[in-house]
């Protein structure tokens, strides 16, 4: 298994700041995951972020709105940019340990509110 | 991604069987059947995966039909912990994306 932080686990931020999220790992994974979860909706993911290259991000979702970093292979930061009420969401983050068919483990959300 | 159709509910009694059932009529052949459950506040959590035989863990059962179109996670025993919303995801493992593909899911309500 895999135990993942996420700090912080929530925040409430003003329009148009950013909020940094980070995201740390107990052992040193390949493939991190960012996904979002809007209220009552379902995950949608945000971007793929490997160490050693940039992230790839999904279709609806740029860099310069959720700028990634994967410093090294336990941990990764995710960048919410300025900020509207719009993005107020869950942010989790996942890791997959291995190139199989095994499973992914999520860490437990930042909860962001934006005024 | 090839997608899975799963009802937005189901209900159960406590200590009963639940059967959830998935339809994935556009399947691959490399593609993996995986379930998910996310608990209130929780992210989401691991139950089960499988290609074509049925498999069966500590947590619950799969059952794959013969055509690969279609599946039903099985709890034994549903338990009050076991409320949660289940999604069934296709995870194609043959190219090098990994991701998961969430739909809305199954949610699950237990009776006591």
């Known amino acids: 298994s895999a135990v993942i932080s996420q700090k912080p686990s929530r925040d409430i931020c003003q329009r148009g700041t950013s909020l940094t999220i980070q995201c740390q790992v107990d052992s040193q994974v390949t493939m991190m995951f960012w996904y979002r979860q809007q209220p009552g909706q379902s995950l949608t993911l945000i971007a793929t972020a490997n160490q050693g290259s940039e992230a790839t991000y999904e279709s609806g979702f740029v860099i310069d709105k959720f700028p990634i970093s994967r410093p090294n292979l336990t941990f990764s930061t995710l960048t919410v940019s300025n900020m509207s009420p719009e993005d107020s969401s869950i942010y989790l983050c996942?890791?997959?340990?291995?190139?199989?068919?095994?499973?992914?483990?999520f860490g437990p959300g930042t909860r962001l509110t934006v005024l | 991604d090839a997608k899975t159709t799963q009802p937005n509910s189901m209900e159960s009694n406590e200590e009963e069987p639940v059967h959830l059932p998935c339809n994935h009529s556009t399947i691959s052949g490399t593609d993996y059947i995986h379930w998910y459950r996310q608990l209130p506040s929780q992210g989401p959590e691991y139950v089960i995966h499988?290609?074509?035989s049925n498999v069966n863990n500590r947590m619950a059962s799969l059952a794959i039909a013969e055509d690969r179109k279609s599946s039903t996670l099985i709890l034994h025993r549903a338990t009050l912990r076991d409320a949660a919303v289940y999604y069934c995801?296709?995870?194609?493992?043959?190219?090098?994306?990994?991701?998961?593909?969430f739909g809305k899911g199954t949610l699950l309500t237990v009776n006591p």
């Open positions: 995801i296709l995870r194609d493992v043959g190219g090098s994306n990994y991701k998961l593909t």
């Open positions: 499988g290609l074509t």
């Open positions: 996942s890791v997959d340990r291995t190139r199989s068919p095994a499973e992914q483990f």
